[in-house]
């Protein structure tokens, strides 16, 4: 089969819906890093078996050599590339409701013991793709692409810039941007001639996120009702709102540091609302003044209790003079529910 041949049939694979493209194209990344399945799993979130069928899958159209276990042919890295490409227009069609969509991951390394000549060094990426530099309020930017990965560099620190990653839950998100980063970061560092990650001084974090629920049904009730939602923090900037990216209803979380806690109590949330029965707004209304009457019946009962304790003292002992200080703290509080 000619090259314009295995190009036909890999535009074909990929109109393919029924296929979880993204899953197959990490599944065929994985396998040429040589990595195992137990790893996969960890990384992917599929059990092991779901990962072995998908693999005989791939062995048939192709992709992996039908005799080497995890060898990917020339047609499946044309299939991961072809893929990528495509990646805007069918990413979000091949995704189950409630996926995770993280963009707009900004990892910040800050330099650590700052050479002197560290804008000599920085010229290390002006090879990248797109490569241009601007001064802005007293500080100068380097920036390039490396691959499809945008890499900035300022007076004192390293920003690394990710594309989007889906994932069945945001720790798998997560996970899967630290393995892009600690992939590329050594590469960074010899182009800069820099140690850049300094395990014992925490110089690398997460400075900016969105983590975005593909497909949530809030998120398409608001849109088809045209509701405006948006939740916001304490200094008044969108921690939460619902929007529809690429034509896909999404709830998106958008704190810099809290965007993947947020989303995870979220879900955890609606899972223990469809785990339990809640009460309805007329049953916890009954709820409330239930106990607000038991509250008061047994208030009510403990000053009495509080005020024949007293009168038992003064008949057995009456020539002491009795007064607040002779009262616990407690008692005093029960003493003031009585008339």
Not at 228 to 250: F, H, P, W
Request: a positive charge; one cysteine or more; glycine letters at 4%.
């Amino acid at each position: 089969m000619n090259q314009r041949n295995i190009e036909i049939d890999i535009e074909s694979l990929i109109k393919n819906k029924k296929i979880k493209h993204y899953n197959w194209k990490e599944i065929l990344r994985a396998f040429s890093s040589g990595k195992s399945i137990s790893e996969i799993v960890s990384i992917i979130g599929l059990k092991d078996k779901e990962i072995y069928a998908i693999a005989k899958r791939m062995k048939e159209y192709g992709l992996i050599d039908s005799t080497k276990v995890r060898q990917i042919t020339k047609k499946g890295f044309l299939y991961v590339e072809k893929f990528e490409m495509l990646l805007p227009s069918i990413e979000n069609k091949n995704f189950s409701q409630d996926d995770i969509r993280l963009h707009k991951i900004e990892f910040m390394i800050e330099v650590k013991n700052k050479p002197y000549n560290w804008d000599e060094r920085r010229q290390g990426i002006a090879k990248y793709k797109q490569y241009h530099e601007w001064d802005s309020n007293g500080n100068h930017f380097n920036e390039g692409y490396y691959e499809d990965i945008r890499i900035r560099t300022d007076n004192k620190n390293v920003y690394v810039y990710l594309k989007e990653i889906f994932g069945r839950t945001s720790e798998i998100v997560i996970n899967k941007a630290l393995d892009i980063l600690y992939s590329i970061l050594p590469i960074i560092e010899g182009d800069l001639k820099i140690k850049l990650e300094k395990p014992r001084r925490w110089n690398v974090w997460i400075s900016d996120q969105h983590l975005a629920l593909v497909d949530n049904s809030l998120a398409k009730f608001c849109n088809d009702k045209n509701i405006e939602l948006k939740i916001y923090d304490e200094g008044g900037k969108v921690r939460a709102q619902v929007d529809k990216s690429k034509g896909v209803n999404e709830l998106e979380f958008q704190h810099k540091t809290k965007a993947s806690s947020d989303s995870e109590k979220f879900q955890e949330y609606c899972k223990d609302i469809l785990e339990i029965k809640p009460m309805l707004p007329s049953q916890l209304s009954f709820a409330v003044d239930f106990l607000y009457c038991k509250v008061s019946e047994i208030t009510e009962l403990m000053a009495t209790q509080t005020k024949l304790q007293i009168n038992t003292f003064k008949m057995i002992r009456p020539e002491t003079q009795f007064t607040h200080k002779d009262i616990s703290s407690q008692d005093k509080r029960e003493i003031s529910y009585i008339g």
